[in-house]
């Protein structure tokens, strides 16, 4: 059985990041909530809610994924260069990441990428991890759909990729299995 405190604790930090980490506009709270949920679904579907890091190949290697919502290390090189090319994106990131206004906006130079991979591995990283989720899809230029099925489908795309192993069916099933009654709630 889903822990119910869990998944409505990263309920929460998914809709604070989606309505935080965005561009010199911030988004309409309909595309806020659409993100949300897209992250919340991704999450359940990567590691229902739960596992830190794939197991295989190996725990301290490099391969695989990371945090619950499975950020690989090239996705997470890519967000950061996304940071380092978008002021305001790094601004209101940095501002939600760390919640201290006088935090660098240089961080994502000062901190090596082994540390970032550690870090994620950390049980409750859950901030670090949602922030990497959000901003891989935020390098997507397709607006993110309102229903279910195309969200499932959305990540499939984007995030799981068509060679990936999972499926539209298994992530709206996850969703029902963890997110729905978080939601709803």
């Known amino acids: 059985m889903p822990d119910l405190e869990n998944a409505r604790r990263i309920w929460r930090l998914c809709q604070a990041c989606a309505a935080t980490v965005h561009g010199a506009k911030p988004p309409s709270s309909a595309y806020a909530e659409r993100t949300a949920r897209l992250l919340f679904g991704t999450a359940a579907q990567e ?28 996705s997470v090189e890519a967000s950061l260069a996304h940071l380092r090319a978008r002021p305001e994106v790094l601004a209101n990131a940095t501002l939600w ?16 990428m082994d540390a970032l991979l550690w870090a994620l591995r950390l049980d409750d990283n859950d901030k670090l991890g949602v922030l990497f989720s959000r901003l891989h899809y935020f390098r997507v230029h397709d607006p993110i759909p309102d229903a279910l099925a195309d969200q499932a489908a959305y990540w499939k795309h984007w995030y799981n990729t068509p060679a990936g192993s ?5 992530y709206m099933a996850n969703w029902d299995r963890y997110c729905k009654e978080a939601v709803h709630a």
């Open 166 to 170: 999972g499926t539209v069916e298994e």
């Open 97 to 112: 990441l760390f919640a201290d206004t006088h935090a660098p906006m240089t961080w994502p130079d000062l901190i090596p």
């Open 47 to 74: 590691s229902n809610l739960t596992w830190e890091r794939q197991r295989t190949p190996r725990f301290e290697g490099k391969v695989g994924g990371f945090g619950k919502w499975q950020v690989e290390p090239g």
